[in-house]
């Protein structure tokens, strides 16, 4: 075999072994990639009860219900057009307050409600994720400067 030959052997060789470990990469991440939704989404598309996402939005005013135990919370996160049913079992964040905004990382359980494993709360409406302050805007309820960070 010919010098030339070989040369581009082994580059078609370095190439394909490239391609497979990008192939490996992208699968082994496939399954950390947490989505963020809002309940507008949430309420428009059949997203499968397995798959983990991030739902934020506005914990809705006269929503938040603890139960007996003392652990588990129950409450509605909205975007002023819709509202997903979250249950939380676990300690709330300081700034956890209805009308306050809230991301909260978990999945759907088969009856539609979010079960929750994480609740990050936010202080303000200002850094409200770009999504969320979309449907708020379209709402006509967006009360932040700017654009949604």
């Known amino acids: 075999m010919r010098p030339k030959r070989r040369r581009l052997w082994a580059v078609v060789a370095g190439l394909g072994a490239?391609?497979?470990?990008?192939?490996?990469?992208?699968?082994?991440?496939?399954?950390?990639?947490?989505?963020?939704?809002?309940?507008?989404?949430?309420?428009?598309?059949?997203?499968?009860?397995?798959?983990?996402?991030?739902?934020?939005?506005?914990?809705?005013?006269?929503?938040?219900?603890?139960?007996?135990?003392?652990?588990?919370?129950?409450?509605?996160?909205?975007?002023?057009?819709?509202?997903?049913?979250?249950?939380?079992?676990?300690?709330?964040p300081d700034l956890f307050r209805e009308g306050q905004g809230v991301v909260a990382e978990g999945q759907l359980d088969a009856n539609g409600i979010f079960q929750a494993s994480q609740i990050l709360a936010k202080h303000d409406e200002t850094y409200m994720p770009r999504e969320v302050a979309e449907a708020l805007r379209k709402g006509g309820h967006w009360k932040g400067e700017g654009e949604g960070q």
Do not use: C, W
């Open 18 to 92: 490239l391609g497979a470990a990008a192939a490996l990469v992208l699968a082994a991440f496939e399954d950390n990639i947490v989505f963020f939704r809002s309940p507008s989404e949430v309420a428009s598309n059949s997203l499968p009860t397995e798959r983990r996402f991030r739902l934020g939005g506005l914990v809705e005013t006269g929503s938040l219900r603890k139960a007996g135990d003392g652990v588990t919370v129950t409450f509605r996160v909205t975007d002023l057009a819709h509202a997903v049913p979250v249950s939380y079992r676990g300690l709330l």
